[in-house]
T-cell receptor, first 108, second 115 residues
Framework: DAKTTQPNSMESNEEEPVHLPCNHS???????IHWYRQLPSQGPEYVIH???SNVNNRMASLAIAEDRKSSTLILHRATLRDAAVYYC?????????FGQGTELSVKP | KAGVTQTPRYLIKTRGQQVTLSCSPI?????VSWYQQTPGQGLQFLFE???????NKGNFPGRFSGRQFSNSRSEMNVSTLELGDSALYLC??????????????FGPGTRLTVT
């Protein structure tokens, strides 16, 4: 199964932007890139997804490299409630393959 | 809309027993997926059901099985429980997004402890 590679952990200050990187060098041409996050004691929560173009929604932005081998999730202004584990995932026809994720901590 | 519900939320079983977990998807969602989450292995895909048919399957032994009913509710069963089956079992329902891709909505999970 295709895997993604993310840093184990990152730190951010409140109100500052956060860039969470992900490598997905084995992604196929039709796999969507999804980002989910998991807050403590909760199930994962959808954040954003894309295929080739950069995407924006109310939660975040997703920047996808031209060769699609990497992407970056951008939280424009981190809040304490954004502290979570962020997963970058291949969507292989509805089958989500989770990596280990990046644990984001946000300092006040 | 009500979210994904899973029952029971907590369960304690003994090695060798079997267990059935239940998941009710969001109304209108026809796809239900199951995941196992452990501290060591993280989130691992078990299987996906769509319109009562298994559409995708992960790399788990045959002791793990599932089914989906005509109302899209799903159950997963684990037979001959082992200590290593202790985990949080998550269910997710999904619908296809405009432009492609899926957005999965996860339930709170069932915490299974095998003693």
């Amino acid at each position: 199964d295709a895997k993604t590679t993310q840093p184990n952990s990152m730190e951010s200050n409140e109100e500052e932007p956060v860039h969470l990187p992900c490598n997905h060098s084995t992604i196929s041409g039709t796999d969507y890139i999804h980002w989910y996050r998991q807050l403590p004691s909760q199930g994962p929560e959808y954040v954003i997804h894309g295929l080739t173009s950069n995407v924006n929604n109310r939660m975040a932005s997703l920047a996808i490299a031209e060769d699609r081998k990497s992407s970056t999730l951008i939280l424009h202004r981190a809040t304490l409630r954004d502290a979570a584990v962020y997963y970058c995932i291949h969507n292989q026809g509805g089958k989500l393959i989770f990596g280990q994720g990046t644990e984001l901590s946000v300092k006040p | 809309k009500a979210g994904v519900t899973q029952t029971p939320r907590y369960l304690i079983k003994t090695r060798g027993q079997q267990v059935t977990l239940s998941c009710s998807p969001i109304s209108g969602h026809r796809s239900v997926s199951w995941y196992q989450q452990t501290p060591g292995q993280g989130l691992q895909f078990l299987f996906e059901y769509f319109s009562e048919t298994q559409r995708n399957k992960g790399n788990f032994p045959g002791r793990f099985s599932g089914r989906q009913f005509s109302n899209s509710r799903s159950e997963m069963n684990v037979s001959t429980l082992e200590l290593g089956d202790s985990a949080l079992y998550l269910c997710a329902s999904s619908h296809t997004l405009a432009g492609g891709g899926y957005e999965q909505y996860f339930g709170p999970g069932t915490r299974l402890t095998v003693t």
